[in-house]
């Protein structure tokens, strides 16, 4: 008998009919031996009306108070989903965040779990009883009610699968699994079996949304066993774990686009020490995200300075650099809003060279100009015009043989 | 400075603007220099709303997980209004009934405040703080979540005033005090300033809907000054306070009008010792309360034996009479839908005698014939052909001088 904790998220719980499809498929986890937690989020749509709620009254909320309302959103789904699980004839409790006691910090809004104790929940299983818990939420120490932020009912199932060493954990979501890449680009992107914490971080900070970051980054912590499968069709998803536990570790686990950012470049600035922190000082303290940063120093002493930001900040940060390109004496600021980066992640590039070489020759034989490069030790990320983003990813991902069967 | 408990009912929050509206009430109560804890319902319909949810899943819902969903409701409306509170210049904190800890028994659904420790309320309140705590809702030994049945707020309201010894506990509600009689039937009907807890219980129990029973029992049990008001319009509402706070008691207070009860009778029964436990034992084994009881016993040796029962329970009560009357070879069975209860409420009715028979002969005077009669220490009951029930209260509320000022 091995301990399985399953998340559901909102479109899985978002309707009575879904909530007891839910407990169907609980209910089959059961029936084959295992002791399952269940972590469920609102139901869809819920965490918005709520929201809207609290804004209509105070904007923006107070962030307690806010706590107090939203948890009130998977409060709902766990008493609807122990219901359906008794009804087909299932023993199960519910748990609030406050009741199986998860403590966090005190931000609320986006609180950090601290500790759980999770002996009320293993008393529970070893009765026989699903034990079904609101994700997202939790308590401090003064035991006001926190909530972790949008998506951290991921966070909530990996957390309670660490505390009680749960053999998997399964994140049920409209996807089948994790991708080689976005199939709606590529249409035979191929799922993957397996792939490394390290591998999903990097493609879930790079544009692939099947999971929140801290949840993964929770469960390489916690060397948690993390599973992503459909909540809506059968299938063995794609399994998120140790590089220990993948036998071969292929080259290239996948190709990632990201179409949020922007480019910004400040051009012809007198090049001296402690000219890239004169630059990027005032868009830090702005609390504008900076993604890749290059910098071609010149032979006539200036030096060009390129950095990527957010969509969203972009034309904050142009503001801010117009105004330091006049300080700083530079030539002029270029800004490119249609660019995407493309991406290739793999702990398999570890042990391999040649592999950017072997990307950007690729690129170039499409006629595909790279703008921007960064590499780390299991990515290498370009940035190329907008126009080109489909072509590029379909480039790379045929470039290094992603397609077809696993 | 005193300490004002206020409940506002789901009518009174059943808007963001409306819980707007309650705020700057609050509001100004605080500004007029009271400590003020605030007791708040769900929003008009989103009990129904849960429980149609909960019943679409399963029907009927457990009774623990039923509690765990439907206790979202005030918890919604606590964080909202501490956010309009806080919008408003006026530092708050909510509460669930968990968080206050109103300790309950585990009977969910409707469940009994056994204890509640007021010390962080209490200690907020010092702080300069509105505490704004959920009603209807507690926790219990165990720490799972329970509801006090619907209208648990008020006892909730009454409770906490209880617990920390709160001055007044005032109850606001879409009516503006306890009235002589229903205004509907009589429009000079008067309200009333004060009336006794006796009073206000047998008034509730009769009809007149302005609070739940349990909570003005508790208030009488532990002295708490309850005030009714309209969240809508200013006034100083009926108090709802000992005898001893009431300087000249009212010969009769109030006429109550109950249209929910039916007549059954059993006719000609063979009178012998045991009777009326043979007739009336399987109808309270049914689950069906009987309220007015009447026996006459003719010359002839049998007896007639005619009581009244909720209507909603007329039927199985009658087909349980049925089978009765054969059984006890009764001659047979009479029953009547049409009927209503007329009753006079006064604690002056204890040193005044005549009353009741004052009483009967107004009546009579209007051609009205009285079917049965019940009377308690400050309470008459006559029940009447439903087609006198206006007539009835109007010629009671006359002939006691109840209507005009105060």
């Given at each position: 008998m091995s301990l399985i904790v399953q998340k559901y998220g909102g479109t899985s719980v978002a309707s009575p009919e879904r909530i007891q499809a839910v407990a169907e498929r609980v209910g089959r986890t059961v029936a084959s031996g295992h002791q399952v937690v269940v972590v469920v989020s609102a139901m869809s749509g819920e965490t918005d009306r709520l929201i809207g709620l609290a804004r209509a009254i105070?904007?923006?909320?107070s962030a307690r108070e806010l706590d107090v309302v939203l948890s009130t959103g998977e409060q709902v789904t766990i008493g609807l989903l122990a219901m359906a699980l008794e009804a087909g004839g299932v023993p199960a409790v519910s748990y609030t965040g406050a009741q199986v006691r998860i403590r966090t910090d005190?931000?609320?809004?986006k609180a950090r779990i601290?500790?759980?104790?999770?002996d009320n929940v293993r008393a529970d299983l070893n009765a026989g009883r699903v034990v079904v818990i609101a994700g997202f939420q939790g308590v401090d120490a003064n035991n006001s009610i926190t909530t972790l932020g949008r998506g951290g009912s991921d966070t909530t199932a990996v957390a309670m699968a660490a505390a009680l060493k749960a053999d998997e954990c399964q994140i049920y979501t409209d996807v089948d699994g994790v991708y080689t890449t976005d199939p709606r680009i590529v249409p035979d992107a191929r799922r993957l079996d397996r792939i490394t914490y390290e591998e999903m971080l990097e493609m879930a900070s790079l544009g692939?949304?099947?999971?929140q970051i801290r949840s993964v980054e929770f469960a390489s912590k916690y060397q948690v066993s993390l599973r992503v499968l459909s909540s809506f069709a059968d299938g063995p998803g794609t399994l998120i774990t140790t590089?220990?536990?993948?036998m071969e570790a292929a080259l290239i686990s996948g190709v990632t686009l990201n179409r949020d950012e922007a480019k910004l470049t400040i051009v012809g600035?007198?090049?001296?020490?402690?000219i890239a922190s004169g630059i990027l000082g005032p868009i830090a303290a702005a609390n504008i995200e900076v993604d890749m940063i290059v910098q071609n120093t010149g032979a006539d002493g200036s030096t060009d300075f390129t950095f990527t930001v957010h969509r969203n900040d972009f034309d904050k940060a142009l503001s801010i650099l117009e105004k330091q390109a006049e300080e700083l004496k530079a030539r002029k600021v270029e800004s490119d809003r249609k660019i995407v980066k493309v991406s290739l992640v793999g702990v398999g590039m570890r042990s391999h060279a040649g592999i950017a070489s072997r990307a950007f020759a690729a690129l170039a034989r499409e006629g595909i100009n790279i703008q921007m490069i960064s590499t780390s030790e299991i990515k290498i990320s370009v940035v190329i015009d907008e126009k080109y983003a489909e072509l590029g990813v379909r480039t790379l991902h045929t470039e290094f043989g992603l397609a077809g069967e696993a």
């Open positions: 105070q904007n923006p909320p005190s931000a609320f809004n601290e500790a759980i104790d999770a692939a949304k099947v999971l590089e220990e536990n993948i600035v007198p090049d001296r020490p402690g």
